[in-house]
Each structure stands twice: as C-alpha cells, then as structure tokens.
C-alpha cells in the first residue's frame, strides 16, 4: 500500500497511542522498574474452579493443584528514564490480582487469572505482558517508619486490603505480620504463564493467539514477613467471578517490599 503522505514522518512510540513525535504514548519501551509493598493471603479452593481458568495448552498443577493467591500491591513504576517518578500520576498505581498455578509440558508455572488496576498505563502494560486487566479501586494500608498513623512494619502490625470494581466490593483481607520469612508464599512463586489473544476484526475467532512466558529480570527483596490472616471474604458480584473461587482453607498470609525490573518474555505456543 503506498503512503499517502509520502515523506511523513513514521509514527513513533513503543505502544498505544503512536503519534509523529511519541510523546502521547502511554508506555516507554522496556525495561520497566517497579518499587512496591505486597500484600498476600494464599488459600485452597476447589481444583476444579481453577481448572475452569486454565485454557488450551494448560492443565493443573500436579501439587497442590487448588491453591490460590489474592495479591495486593502499592507500586511506584517508571522508564529508564525515571521521569515517570517526578510525574507521580504516570508512575504510581495499585492493583490487585488473583495467582493460580499450572502446568504446561511438564513444568510448573503460576498464572494470572483475574487482575485490577487503577490506572490506565498500567492497563495497557497488561495487554502486552498477557494480564487480565481491568479497572478497579483497590487499598492497602500503608506502612512508615513513623508509626503514629501506620503500623508497625515488624511483629504485630495488622495491615488490611480492600478491592472493589463497578461499584461493588469484590474481596477484603486483614493480616497481622508473625515473624521475618524467607518466603513470600509458593503460589507466585514460578515464571507465569499467560495468553496474548487479539479477536478477529471480522468476529471469526480470533487473529492471534500465543502462550508467552515472562518474569522478573531481576529483583531486589526487603522485608518479608509471614502473617496470620485474620480475615478474608470474597464477594458476589454481577460482573465479576472472584467468588467462584471459595475459600476453602487458609494457607497463609505475608508481606513484603520488592523491587523488580521487567524486560520482555518468551513464546512458549502458538494457536
């Protein structure tokens, strides 16, 4: 097809929206830096309701096959750049999302089935990265070195965590942080597994499906710590299907403050 323009400048920017200068793109190109306080409550429901969440290639996980991770996370992002950071509305954001695992060719990996953001720019990081992400309105509490209006980041500081999206609340939790852990839980514990689907423009299925695997470059861990979870409901919701996922049992609670830097995946099938 010849240009209609000839001589126009090509569109520039890593993703949506490109423009002639690319200064209106949402996303720099990767790598991407992330600074974030976690907060995680992992527990077992029925296997097949998460079977139901896992399409072509995937199946379950051989151990443990009904475990289930509810993540909520207070995070700061940018470029390399860093500019994002003296722009605080394009590099913080909270989330939370829900963690399964499975298994593809053998091997062991986490995935996520439902996840919901605040912002736009980390809406669009999803598509790329194969999350499912929607709007939604999520707290946590925070935690500071100065303790008179925040808990204490040790031994029996309680934190709770809230989730709501189209106007209902879908989940809540309340943790009280037991001792220092090595471990931030084993349900998010693998490289993830996650569909990139792209619908027909003609509605005859869709034009591009893939399975791509992606992780953390690298990462940095500050405290952790293990937890008892004094609470944690999930709610009907019209629009949603978190509380198709029950909780039968607990399995534990943690938190903690990482550092990640994210730089691209691998293709692990095509449809």
């Known amino acids: 097809m010849t240009d ?48 139901a969440l896992l399409p072509a290639p995937l199946s379950l996980a051989d151990e443990d096959p009904g475990a289930v991770a ?4 207070d995070w700061q992002s940018c470029g390399a750049s860093r500019e994002e950071l003296l722009d605080p509305v394009r590099s913080q954001y909270k989330e939370a999302f829900v963690v399964v695992r499975c298994s593809f060719e ?28 929607k709007l939604g309105s999520i707290q946590m509490t925070r935690s500071h ?39 931030n839980g084993f349900v998010n514990g693998h490289p993830m597994a996650h569909h990139r689907w792209l619908p027909s423009i003609d509605g005859a299925g869709d034009a591009f499906v893939e399975l791509i695997s992606s992780g953390g470059k690298s990462a940095s861990i500050g405290a952790t710590f293990r937890a008892d979870v004094d609470e944690l409901t999930l709610f009907e919701s019209p629009w949603e299907e978190l509380a198709d ?9 943690y938190y903690r403050q990482i550092g990640v830097v994210w730089d691209g995946g691998t293709t692990l099938w095509r449809g």
């Not at 996922?245 to 609670?253: A, D, F, K, N, Y």
């Open 4 to 51: 209609p323009t000839p001589g126009a400048r090509a569109p520039q920017g890593f993703f949506y929206p490109r423009t002639a200068t690319g200064r209106a793109g949402l996303l720099p190109p990767p790598p991407w830096y992330y600074s974030g306080d976690l907060l995680t409550v992992e527990y077992r429901t029925d296997p097949d309701a998460v079977a």
């Open 70 to 73: 509810l993540i909520w996370a």
């Open 106 to 133: 053998g091997r062991t990996f986490s995935r996520c089935a439902y996840i919901w953001v605040d912002k736009d720019f980390a809406m669009l990081r999803g598509i790329h990265q194969g999350y499912p992400k």
């Open 145 to 183: 070195p100065m303790t008179e209006g925040a808990p204490v980041l040790g031994p029996g500081g309680r934190f709770g965590a809230t989730l709501a999206a189209a106007d209902r609340r879908l989940a809540q939790a309340v943790i009280t942080l037991r001792e220092p852990s090595d471990s």
């Open 245 to 253: 996922l029950p909780v039968r049992e607990i399995i534990g609670g």
